[in-house]
DNA sequence: TAGTGGTGTGAGCAGCGGCTCACAATTCTT
DNA sequence: AAGAATTGTGAGCCGCTGCTCACACCACTA
C-alpha cells in the first residue's frame, strides 16, 4: 500500500512546458531504446533542459523512466477506453478494441513499446506495485462486466469470469504487442504471414469468431441441442 | 537466408565442460539480470574461466547473449514438446502442454525468463532471424495440426488455421510468463487472487473450456441446431 | 630443439554515462 | 532592498564494465 511517488515535489511546481518537454522526451527514448540504453544526458538536451534540472525533478534514472511509464499507460488507456461504450455488449467491446488498438499501432506505438518494455522488469523492487498501477484498471473493468454479461445470459453461465477475463485480456494484449513491437511483430508475420498487416479485416473477423465461441457456447449446452 | 552464426569456431573445438560452464553461467546471469545489467567479468569468474577466453567463444557481450538464448529456447522446447504425443488430438495437448508449462514454472523457470527477455530486443539487427528461430517450430507444428485437425473433422471447419494457430500459441506463451515472470506473476495475481498458483487444476479446467468452445463450436451449428 | 598454432590468463585500458555541485538567475518574503 | 528560497545550468567527476593484449602454457610436427 505504500504508494510510492517516483518524482520529487520540483517536478509538481515545474512548468508544464517543462513537464510536458521532459515527459515527451523521456517516453520518446525509453521506448525507442530501453530503460538501460536511453541516455539521460541526451533526454536532458532533446527536452531542451538541463541534466541538472532533470534531478531536481527526479531523484534517479529508474524513477524517472516510472514516471515515463505512468504517463504512457495512462495516455494508452485512454485511447483505448475512449472507443468503447459502457453498455457495450461483449463481442461489441471486443470489436471497438481490435480496431482501436490496430489503429494505435501507427503514431503513438511508443507507448505501447513503453508498455511492452516493464512487462520484464524483475527484482521485487516495484513490480508489484507496477503491475497493479497498469493492469488494475483492465483487471477490474473486464471482469466486472464479464460477470455482468455472465449474469444477464449474453454469455455462458458455466465460466469463471476471473479467468476469462485474463484470457481475453492476455489475447488484447498481445495483439497490442503484435502490432507494435518488432519482436511480436515478427511472431505474428511467422505465423500468419506478411500481409497481415495490410488486412486488419481479417484479423477483427478471425478473433471475433474465437471469441465468440469461447465465450458463448457451453459443451452442456451443444449437446443438449445435439439431443 | 543470413543463418548467422553467433559464436566463434573456438567455441565448437572448446571442451565440453567449458562450453556447459559458460552457457549455464551465462544463462543463470541473463535471466536474472538481462542482457544489459548482467556483467561478462562476472559471468567469466562464476563459469570459472578468464574473461579472455569467453573473448575467444565469443565477438560480443550480444553474441554470447543469444547463444545462450538459442540454448535456453532449445531446452524449453525439448522439455515441452517432450509430454505432448503427436497423435494426440488437439485438447488433450493442450492440456499436456498446460501442465507442462505449470511444472516447468520452477527449477526451469531461468529458461522462460531469458525467453521472456529477447521478447522486446528492437532495432533490426537480429530480430527477425531470432523470432524465427525460437517462435518457428511452434508456429509450424500448430499451424499443421490444427490444419490437420480441421481436415478430419476433430474442430470446426469455418476456421483460419493460421490466426487460430497464433491465438492458441498466443495463450500458452502468456501462460508460461504468467507463471514465471515477476510482471506477468503480479498481473495474474490482479485478474484471478494469489490463490492461482496454489490450484493448478483451476486453470487446466478453465483455459481448456476456454479452448474446446473456441475451437469446436461454430455459430452457424449452433444456430442450426437451435432450429 | 626449434618452430607453429592453438588454448588460457587477468591486469588494466578506455570510454561511457549517471549523477553532482558550485554557481547564476529568478522569484518570493518581509 | 536585503535576504531567503527556489529554479536552472552544464562542466566534469568517478565508478563501472566491455573488451584487449602481452604473455604463459601446452600439443604437435619435423
Same mark, same amino acid.
Given at each position: ?11 509538481? *511546481? %515545474?512548468?508544464?512546458?517543462? /513537464?510536458?518537454?521532459?515527459? !515527451?522526451? &523521456?517516453? #520518446? ?63 461489441? *467491446? %471486443?470489436?471497438?478494441?481490435? /480496431?482501436?488498438?490496430?489503429? !494505435?499501432? &501507427?503514431? #503513438? ?119
Amino acid at each position: 500500500m505504500g504508494e510510492r511517488v517516483y518524482h520529487k515535489e520540483a517536478f509538481d *511546481r %515545474a512548468k508544464p512546458e517543462y /513537464r510536458n518537454a521532459v515527459l !515527451t522526451a &523521456g517516453i #520518446d527514448e525509453f521506448s525507442k531504446l530501453g530503460l538501460e540504453k536511453a541516455n539521460i544526458n541526451v533526454i536532458a538536451k532533446k527536452a531542451g533542459v538541463s541534466v541538472g534540472l532533470l534531478y531536481k525533478y527526479f531523484e534517479t534514472k529508474e524513477d524517472f523512466f516510472i514516471t515515463c511509464v505512468e504517463e504512457a499507460t495512462k495516455t494508452l488507456e485512454e485511447i483505448i477506453d475512449g472507443v468503447v461504450n459502457s453498455d457495450d455488449k461483449l463481442l461489441v *467491446r %471486443a470489436e471497438k478494441l481490435i /480496431r482501436a488498438i490496430q489503429a !494505435t499501432s &501507427g503514431a #503513438d506505438s511508443k507507448y505501447v513499446k513503453l508498455y511492452n518494455e516493464i512487462t520484464r522488469i524483475s527484482g521485487n523492487d516495484g513490480a508489484e506495485e507496477l503491475a497493479a498501477k497498469v493492469e488494475g484498471l483492465s483487471a477490474t473493468t473486464y471482469r466486472n462486466f464479464i460477470e455482468a454479461a455472465r449474469k444477464s445470459g449474453d454469455i455462458r453461465s458455466d465460466c469463471d469470469t476471473a479467468m476469462f477475463a485474463f484470457f481475453f485480456d492476455t489475447l488484447l494484449m498481445t495483439l497490442q504487442f503484435s502490432y507494435t513491437c518488432d519482436y511480436y511483430r515478427e511472431r505474428l508475420k511467422l505465423f500468419c504471414g506478411e500481409d497481415i498487416f495490410d488486412d486488419d479485416e481479417r484479423m477483427v473477423k478471425e478473433l471475433l469468431k474465437f471469441l465468440e465461441s469461447a465465450f458463448t457456447f457451453e459443451h452442456a449446452d451443444v449437446k443438449r441441442l445435439e439431443r
